[in-house]
């Protein structure tokens, strides 16, 4: 039997990280391009756009990720379609984050007070100008905090993805536990190495939410 | 020929019948109070008359045109009237300058220099100038409220709708903007305020219209509706500031 060193393991975790981390930016990159259609579909005027959007953000938030990754991975299958664990895991892990992303970003722009609005529509303004020059440049600001740490989220999202077989981070965990017979030291490193991950996003976040709250104290 | 016309204006909010059929022309020139109870639809009014609320019938014509619910007939009449908010509602990602700039730029599509020449000259007269560069934050409530009103009046309005503009104010903050308006009101600006400021609507306004249950229920010059109030309603309404 092999023996494995700690660095023979950290290594490989390592390797696999690699793709936690492509993963993770492909689908918080992907899912903020799809989120931001489905904003500007759920606020906007079009009453079919409202719905649509809607529907598929209920829809993506109301089912586990791991049914959306299975429904990718297997469901196309069905149909004939051979999809390889990365495409199905990178769709669907974008179109989830795209469902939150819009909804938090929903809630930046409704938090906009009504009288900015008003004032803005009083000085002859349209909608999209509204938009443009008054709502959006305010809502961006609220929305940094809670858009950085919902990409926490995302990465440990990616976990899931070990399920149907893409070799990430946690798929790499598996494979060493089963080689090692070392499942506590493997998955406690594996933890740490999400941890060292995830920390620096959300202590971003607690950093932006005060440094923009002080910013804007007074209103 | 009138500035305003409002005629048998209507508007309900569900079942709760806000206006009942108003009645006012506004000649240019004219600085008009208009007083009355809480509720009493003063503030409805005002905001139907810039369309931030639909009139549910009658009219409002505003130098000759029509009040009408598309956006390019109600983007027309907003450039003729301004409106001031009591919460000034200045726009707090912008400097001072930024908020009187940009909508001229924008709806108007002034050159930028124009438009920042037209801002410190409207902010002058209001007497911050030198407030150009802060940020709405930085200001006073008063100062605040004068910036918006700077702001309007960079727009070149014909008209300017006060909707309550000094009932957010601390009291020591309320003259230097009343004295603004006077201002205003002394150069010729027609003017519409809802107010509870009875002394300034004495001294300064043409008209005093006093609102009841959707009404207009007395208007006339101040001195005969404050010192010979005709209905029980007004007496009790003075009686009770």
Same mark, same amino acid.
């Given at each position: 039997m092999t023996e494995f060193s700690l660095w023979d393991i950290l290594r490989n975790l390592l390797l696999a990280t690699r793709w936690t981390i492509v993963l993770s930016l492909v689908s918080f990159v992907g899912g903020s391009m799809v989120g931001l259609v489905l904003l500007f579909l759920r606020i906007g005027k079009g009453r079919a756009g409202q719905i649509f959007a809607k529907g598929y953000i209920e829809l993506f938030q109301g089912t586990p990720l791991l049914m959306q990754l299975f429904l990718a991975f297997f469901g196309l299958g069905l149909l004939g379609i051979d999809v390889p664990a990365w495409l199905a895991a990178g769709l669907a892990l974008i179109f989830w984050t795209a469902a939150f992303l819009a909804e938090i970003w929903r809630g930046c722009v409704e938090s906009i007070a009504r009288g900015q609005w008003e004032a803005s529509a009083s000085l002859g303004m349209g909608y999209l100008q509204q938009m443009r020059y008054v709502v959006l440049p305010q809502a961006f600001k609220i929305a940094i905090p809670p858009t950085v740490g919902f990409s926490v989220q995302v990465v440990k999202g990616t976990a899931l993805t070990s399920i149907i077989g893409f070799v990430e981070l946690s798929k790499a965990g598996t494979v060493m536990t089963n080689a090692t017979f070392q499942p506590f030291l493997v998955y406690g490193l594996v933890a740490l190495i999400y941890f060292a991950l995830c920390w620096p996003l959300s202590k971003s976040s607690q950093l932006l939410e005060r440094k923009l709250n002080v910013a804007h104290r007074n209103h | 020929m009138s500035l305003i016309a409002i005629t048998e204006v209507k508007k309900s909010f569900g079942d709760n019948q806000v206006l009942k059929g108003i009645n006012i022309d506004v000649m240019p020139g004219e600085v008009i109070a208009i007083i009355g /109870? #809480?509720? #009493?639809g003063k503030s409805t009014l005002l905001r139907c008359i810039n369309g931030l609320e639909m009139i549910d019938s009658g009219s409002i014509m505003v130098a000759g045109a029509q009040l009408l619910p598309d956006e390019v007939h109600l983007r027309a009449l907003r450039l003729k009237v301004g409106m001031i908010f009591q919460q000034f509602n200045l726009f707090p990602h912008l400097t001072v300058g930024g908020n009187v700039i940009l909508a001229q730029t924008v709806? /108007? /599509?002034?050159p930028k220099a124009e438009a920042e020449a037209m801002a410190r000259k409207m902010l002058d007269r209001v007497g911050l100038g030198h407030k150009f560069d802060a940020y709405p934050e930085e200001l006073s409530g008063g100062q605040q409220q004068r910036v918006a009103i700077a702001r309007a009046l960079a727009m070149q309005p014909m008209a300017l709708l006060c909707d309550e503009i000094t009932s957010a104010l601390d009291p020591e903050l309320v003259n230097e903007v009343l004295a603004v308006v006077k201002e205003l009101a002394a150069e010729g600006m027609t003017l519409l305020m809802v107010t509870h400021e009875m002394r300034f609507a004495r001294d300064v306004c043409s008209r005093v219209v006093f609102m009841h249950q959707g009404l207009v229920h007395e208007i006339g010059p101040p001195g005969e509706v404050f010192s010979?109030?005709?209905t029980p309603e007004l007496k009790q309404f003075l009686g009770m500031i």
């Open positions: - | /109870k #809480s509720g #009493s709806v /108007k /599509k002034t010979n109030p005709q």
